[in-house]
């Protein structure tokens, strides 16, 4: 269709012509504005709207410990709890980046007490090494955010053989709290807030195949197994911890601008390229993508809330498979299996969270 036509195609006489071209152009522009202001729309709503962490809650004297710290949604969880006055201990894989961070972190805070410690959730050692350090040399522990993560990165395995999506978001993590379990009864009251997310919605665990070894390799069914674990793993251990004064907190962050969504850029570049425009307007930044895990980690209160799913600063009702307390059962027995959690190095440290 030549320009003209195409012009002529989509002028709108007001629907008095009975042309069936004119009801389409009709469409066509109705669409474009729909699109046009649903786009305005969510944006507005991305920088206006609420999810904001109101607490302004002091924490001299408190120790919080960030997975994942040097980049996105942890880094900026870093710095506010750093402004907030507490030590904070960046626990990163990248050492590089993570001094950099942190660096940037004490300037932009004040706060001198912000430190970095090597750790890679991918490994069940490295988990090992920096628990033992961490409970050698730190006094407490207030607030642990498991929020490290990878998203659709190809079928790796683990030098431990696990399958790595669901290795660093929950196996590592699992293992992580367990071992500093010990540190944050002494500390209470204290607090476990788990970054999982609204992909858990949909989600399976496959008791059968945790690792894909038996079905085909689906980096977004893998991304929401690990997210599904995250919020199951919530849910079961506030149940263990009932009265043992520690809580524990799930969430989705939100949309949020960062580097997560790496591994799926470099398997469609144009795709990331096209959806870069629209993922600047539409998509929060890290600092609002901290909020709702601050929010967990400081707000008053919470306590009674233990177990539950939060998103945008508010309690929000996980998806019915992130409710299935079988489910979250049989994940942590798996799971304490593949870590082997009951071995020497762990005795003593998970009192009181025994099987049921
Ligand atoms: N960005 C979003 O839109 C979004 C949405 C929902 C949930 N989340 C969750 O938020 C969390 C933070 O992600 P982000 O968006 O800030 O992305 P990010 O990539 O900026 O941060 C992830 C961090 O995890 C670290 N990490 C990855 N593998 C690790 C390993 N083996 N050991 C230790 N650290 C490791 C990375 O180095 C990085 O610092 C993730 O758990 C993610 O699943 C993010």
């Known amino acids: 269709m030549k320009a003209a036509a195409l012009e002529e195609f989509l002028v709108l006489p007001w629907p008095e012509s009975e042309n069936?071209?004119?009801?389409?152009?009709?469409?066509?522009?109705?669409?474009?504005?729909?699109?046009?202001?649903?786009?305005?729309?969510?944006?507005?709503?991305?920088?206006?709207g609420g999810g904001v962490c109101r607490c302004t809650i002091h924490l001299d004297g408190k120790t919080v410990l960030v997975t994942g710290a040097n980049s996105g949604i942890g880094k900026e969880t870093c710095r506010d709890l750093a402004r907030r006055g507490a030590r904070v201990v960046m626990a990163c894989r990248d050492l590089t980046r993570a001094v950099q961070a942190a660096e940037e972190i004490r300037e932009?805070?004040?706060?001198?007490?912000?430190?970095?410690?090597?750790?890679?959730?991918?490994?069940?050692?490295?988990?090992?090494?920096?628990?033992?350090?961490?409970?050698?040399?730190?006094?407490?522990?207030?607030?642990?955010?498991?929020?490290?993560?990878?998203?659709?990165?190809?079928?790796?395995?683990?030098?431990?053989?696990?399958?790595?999506?669901?290795?660093?978001?929950?196996?590592?993590?699992?293992l992580l709290t367990n071992l500093l379990l010990a540190k944050m009864k002494s500390s209470a009251p204290s607090r476990v807030v788990n970054v999982s997310s609204i992909a858990h919605r949909g989600g399976r665990i496959d008791f059968d195949d945790l690792f894909f070894s038996r079905r085909p390799y689906s980096a977004l069914e893998s991304y929401r197994q690990s997210k599904?674990?995250?919020?199951?793993?919530?849910?079961?251990?506030?149940?263990?911890?009932?009265?043992?004064?520690?809580?524990?907190?799930?969430l989705h962050p939100g949309v949020i601008r960062t580097e997560l969504g790496r591994h799926v850029e470099s398997w469609f570049p144009l795709l990331g390229a096209l959806l870069r425009l629209p993922a600047l307007l539409l998509m929060k930044t890290p600092w609002q993508g901290c909020q709702t895990t601050v929010f967990c980690a400081v707000t008053p209160g919470l306590e009674d809330r233990s177990g539950c799913y939060f998103s945008d600063c508010e309690e929000k009702e996980a998806a019915p498979e992130g409710r299935d307390d079988e489910a979250a059962r049989r994940l942590w027995d798996h799971s304490a299996r593949l870590v082997r959690l009951e071995d020497a190095c762990c005795k003593g440290t998970t009192a009181g969270l025994g099987s049921r």
Not at 36 to 45: A, K, N, Q, Y
């Open 228 to 250: 599904l674990a995250n919020v199951l793993f919530t849910r079961e251990l506030a149940r263990r911890l009932k009265g043992l004064g520690v809580s524990a907190f799930c």
């Open 20 to 48: 069936w071209r004119v009801w389409v152009g009709l469409l066509l522009k109705c669409g474009a504005a729909l699109g046009l202001s649903l786009i305005c729309g969510v944006t507005l709503r991305r920088w206006i």
């Open 108 to 174: 932009s805070t004040g706060n001198g007490n912000v430190v970095v410690r090597h750790l890679d959730l991918a490994s069940v050692y490295s988990v090992r090494t920096f628990a033992k350090e961490f409970l050698d040399t730190e006094d407490r522990l207030d607030i642990l955010i498991n929020n490290a993560g990878v998203m659709m990165c190809p079928k790796w395995l683990t030098e431990d053989g696990f399958e790595t999506q669901l290795a660093v978001n929950h196996l590592g993590h699992f």
